[in-house]
């Protein structure tokens, strides 16, 4: 697996998996560049995506497998912060499954937690492979999309979407239709924080799932926000949340 690895020098660990679409790069530039040098940083590039824009994504699994032998290897075997946001909160519940690795505080921002939605996995199917096609034959208006939604940094967004092959994608979607929820125990529940836009889709499924599955865990709402929005739209002051409960 391909990861960045910063401030080795220092003990406290902060693990940040990226959302579809995004990068290492991206982690580092919007979040690990704004808490400040005194963490470590692991940020791996999911398949698909980043330094690994030529492999196959297959599953959130063997994502999980992945970072977690890179954790091994570099004998880490505690986090002080794990993060996932959207596909990377999806590959975030499966690494919670490796109980050798010991993560005090663990954030999930516009993680999907539907299960056997086998409708919604069929139309969002559709509508990602037309959109993929268009982007495809078309990077200025795929940009214009992407930078509408997240900023100007976003025409990076919108090239890997373009790059990535069509496995990847709905493999990708599969997974955030079919999520596997671990069992957790109370205590690892309460280290357990889900974030959503008020705006966004997957809030739906927090709303049904978290009671039932996770009645311990703290659900926050980040007003007026869509899917993943607060991250750019207001950097400053959610990276000062991230840091808080670093700290905390």
């Given at each position: 697996?391909?990861a960045?690895?910063l401030?080795?020098e220092?003990?406290?660990?902060?693990?940040l998996?990226?959302?579809m679409?995004?990068?290492?790069?991206?982690?580092?530039?919007?979040i690990?560049?704004?808490l400040?040098?005194?963490?470590?940083?692991?940020?791996?590039?999911?398949?698909?995506h980043?330094?690994?824009?030529?492999?196959?994504?297959?599953?959130?699994?063997?994502?999980?497998?992945?970072?977690?032998?890179h954790?091994?290897?570099?004998?880490?075997?505690?986090l002080?912060?794990a993060y996932?946001?959207?596909?990377?909160?999806v590959?975030?519940?499966?690494l919670?499954?490796?109980?050798?690795?010991?993560?005090?505080?663990?954030?999930f921002?516009?993680?999907?937690?539907?299960?056997?939605?086998?409708?919604?996995?069929?139309?969002i199917?559709?509508?990602?492979?037309?959109?993929?096609?268009?982007?495809?034959e078309?990077?200025?208006?795929?940009?214009?999309?992407?930078t509408?939604l997240?900023?100007?940094k976003?025409?990076?967004?919108?090239?890997t979407?373009?790059?990535?092959n069509e496995?990847?994608?709905?493999?990708?979607?599969?997974?955030?239709?079919?999520?596997e929820?671990?069992a957790?125990t109370?205590?690892?529940?309460?280290k357990?924080?889900?974030?959503?836009?008020?705006?966004?889709?997957?809030?739906?499924?927090?709303?049904k799932?978290?009671?039932?599955?996770?009645?311990?865990?703290?659900?926050?709402?980040?007003?007026?926000?869509?899917h993943?929005?607060?991250?750019?739209?207001d950097?400053?002051?959610y990276?000062?949340?991230?840091?808080?409960?670093?700290?905390?």
């Amino acid at each position: 697996m391909k990861a960045l690895d910063l401030n080795s020098e220092n003990k406290k660990t902060v693990l940040l998996i990226h959302p579809m679409l995004s990068s290492a790069d991206g982690m580092k530039i919007n979040i690990a560049d704004n808490l400040g040098d005194d963490l470590r940083y692991i940020i791996p590039d999911l398949s698909a995506h980043g330094e690994s824009i030529d492999k196959t994504y297959h599953s959130s699994k063997e994502e999980a497998r992945a970072i977690y032998e890179h954790l091994k290897a570099l004998n880490i075997s505690e986090l002080d912060l794990a993060y996932g946001a959207s596909l990377g909160g999806v590959v975030l519940l499966q690494l919670l499954d490796y109980k050798d690795i010991r993560i005090n505080k663990a954030i999930f921002e516009g993680c999907s937690l539907w299960q056997n939605s086998w409708i919604q996995e069929f139309f969002i199917k559709k509508v990602f492979i037309k959109k993929h096609r268009k982007a495809v034959e078309n990077r200025e208006l795929a940009v214009k999309k992407m930078t509408k939604l997240y900023g100007e940094k976003a025409s990076v967004m919108a090239d890997t979407f373009i790059a990535m092959n069509e496995e990847s994608i709905l493999n990708i979607i599969h997974d955030c239709a079919f999520v596997e929820l671990p069992a957790l125990t109370e205590a690892e529940q309460r280290k357990c924080l889900f974030t959503y836009g008020s705006k966004e889709f997957d809030l739906k499924s927090a709303k049904k799932f978290l009671p039932k599955n996770y009645p311990h865990a703290i659900l926050k709402l980040w007003d007026g926000y869509g899917h993943c929005t607060k991250i750019t739209r207001d950097n400053a002051a959610y990276c000062d949340f991230i840091r808080k409960e670093i700290d905390s």
